[in-house]
């Protein structure tokens, strides 16, 4: 079985960063993997502040203007990359830095090709205010081939034991099952395979197969639910507060635009309860 061997982390220095790493380098302690640490100079935005003025003879402040911010940002980076390596170092874990210019979704995907997993912060912040959030994230997803691991700040770090699959029987949640299998191979997870649908005959069917699928890779730990819930208020009032993980199903295009406004996926992102497996 294929196990995640190269993980990338995108790094914007915030708390929800910091959470990633952590989470990272324990995923890469349990598979024997290298991290790579992501940093990026968000040119545009660096670009777009410095604004040709009007009064020509401005320009030569405006030109030092944007050498001072560039050098602020380069600073950052640079303290976001010891700070990176120092906890990776602390951890034993294998690591590298990669550093790439322009818009930090393009960038993070460029990259990730290259790459098994991408471990990164439910909330992103590559601005050059580094309080100001963005959307990073949420674009990462409408594009990404590769899974993600999508961390809370208040992530605990621990192992992961209790893991729900949500599970409906579509391409896209048995996708996001067989990349979960090769996160789950180096661990013992209790699992539970959940699936919302009233049609007991289709549901029962989506979780056999599914069963079958998880044991013959090995995943034996595993209980089957069926709800007539909603898949919100299932996993809200059933499961959130016991579940180390939660494992999904995304569309691949215009995830938060189409797909999933108003869905479950959005909900626990915006809820920030636990870590995502999005596949």
């Known amino acids: 079985m294929t196990m995640f061997k190269r993980i990338l982390i995108p790094l914007d220095g915030s708390i929800y960063s910091d959470a990633a790493v952590r989470r990272a380098c324990e995923v890469a302690s349990?598979?024997?993997?290298?991290?790579?640490?992501?940093?990026?100079?968000?040119?545009?935005?660096?670009?777009?502040?410095?604004?040709?003025?009007?009064?020509?003879?401005?320009?030569?402040?405006?030109?030092?203007?944007y050498f001072q911010r560039k050098a602020q940002a380069e600073q950052r980076i640079c303290d976001i990359l010891k700070k990176f390596s120092d906890a990776c170092e602390d951890r034993g874990v294998r690591h590298r830095q990669a550093e790439l210019q322009g818009v930090p979704a393009d960038c993070i995907l460029e990259e990730s090709v290259y790459y098994d997993l991408i471990v990164m912060g439910i909330e992103t912040y590559f601005h050059l205010d580094p309080d100001k959030e963005g959307h990073s994230m949420e674009k990462v997803l409408d594009r990404t081939e590769v899974p993600i691991l999508a961390v809370p700040y208040e992530d605990r770090s621990v192992a992961f034991k209790n893991v729900l699959v949500a599970f409906n029987g579509s391409y896209h949640s048995a996708r996001a099952l067989r990349e979960f299998v090769e996160l789950s191979?180096?661990?013992?997870?209790?699992?539970?395979?959940?699936?919302?649908?009233?049609?007991?005959?289709?549901?029962?069917?989506?979780?056999?197969?599914?069963?079958?699928?998880?044991?013959?890779?090995?995943?034996?730990?595993?209980?089957?639910?069926?709800?007539?819930?909603?898949?919100?208020?299932?996993?809200?009032?059933?499961?959130?507060?016991?579940?180390?993980?939660i494992v999904a199903g995304i569309h691949s295009k215009n995830v938060f635009r189409n797909f999933f406004v108003g869905s479950f996926v959005k909900h626990l992102i915006e809820v920030q309860k636990t870590p995502l497996f999005l596949g």
């Open 185 to 245: 191979e180096p661990y013992h997870f209790k699992i539970t395979l959940l699936i919302s649908d009233k049609d007991e005959e289709y549901a029962d069917h989506c979780l056999h197969e599914g069963l079958e699928y998880l044991r013959a890779n090995g995943v034996e730990d595993v209980s089957q639910v069926r709800t007539g819930k909603d898949i919100i208020q299932a996993i809200d009032e059933d499961y959130l507060n016991e579940i180390d993980l």
């Open 30 to 65: 349990a598979h024997g993997a290298e991290i790579t640490g992501l940093v990026i100079l968000n040119t545009p935005e660096l670009l777009n502040e410095s604004k040709l003025p009007f009064n020509a003879q401005l320009l030569d402040l405006e030109q030092r203007g």
